[in-house]
């Protein structure tokens, strides 16, 4: 059975903290994708990576970073945590190539900073 | 860029009708995936059905069907048959091969509701 996990479910921070979370997938996925999930704004992508070490930029990085130093392995960093990312977040992966490969999501991570 | 638009925030729909979720895009790449998402109250994404910009028919998966028309760029989702589970949160999202490194594009969402 495929998987997508994420370590946290429900975090609550204090304004300033360092945050990380962890997403694991077990399917030797070239891709991984960060999203944060927000009422009418739908999914928006923070992040992704194609490959150990390689990462880009989505459509809102700013005021977080990730890293994946291994291919099973992308996490999302919150270098100084805010209450404005109190949010829901997702993590992704999928194999490369055709447009249709299958997405695979974790369960998400509900983050309150306070 | 990549862009999809769902201009329904929410729909209500009764018992075993048919209803129709709208979704419009907009790339300029020549191959792309459309998809549709559902989202129960427990935050899971449930992959649902998928359409390729070159495929010639219609997707079909069970009670799911895709309406897609390309010229009008345009992938609505029509569920049959309504049943109370279907009660949840619906994305339609787009992957283009092209550029981004395959990443997934989702619209806001529309929340549907099937009443008795």
């Known amino acids: 059975d495929v998987k997508v996990t994420q370590s946290s479910r429900y975090l609550v921070k204090r304004t300033g903290e360092k945050v990380f979370l962890e997403c694991v997938q077990d399917m030797d996925h070239e891709n991984m994708f960060w999203y944060r999930q927000d009422p009418g704004l739908g999914l928006r992508l923070i992040y992704f990576?194609?490959?150990?070490?390689?990462?880009e930029k989505g459509d809102i990085p700013e005021g977080y970073s990730v890293s994946r130093e291994k291919k099973e392995r992308f996490s999302l960093i919150l270098e100084s945590a805010s209450t404005n990312q109190t949010s829901m977040y997702l993590c992704a992966s999928s194999s490369e190539g055709a447009p249709g490969n299958t997405i695979y999501f974790g369960e998400g991570s509900w983050l309150t900073v306070v | 860029a990549q862009k999809i638009t769902q201009t329904q925030p929410g729909m209500f729909v009764q018992e075993k009708e048919a209803v129709t979720l709208d979704c419009t895009y907009d790339t300029s790449d020549p191959s792309y995936g459309l998809f549709w998402y559902k989202q129960p109250s427990s935050g899971e994404m449930i992959f649902l059905i998928y359409q390729g910009s070159y495929d010639q028919q219609n997707a079909t998966e069970g009670r799911y069907s895709l309406n897609f028309q390309k010229a009008r760029k345009s992938a609505n989702l029509v569920i049959s048959a309504s049943q109370l589970g279907d009660s949840a949160m619906y994305f339609c999202a787009m992957r283009a091969l092209a550029r981004g490194g395959n990443k997934l594009t989702f619209g806001t969402g529309t929340q549907l509701k099937v009443e008795l």
């Open positions: 990576s194609y490959d150990v070490k390689m990462k």
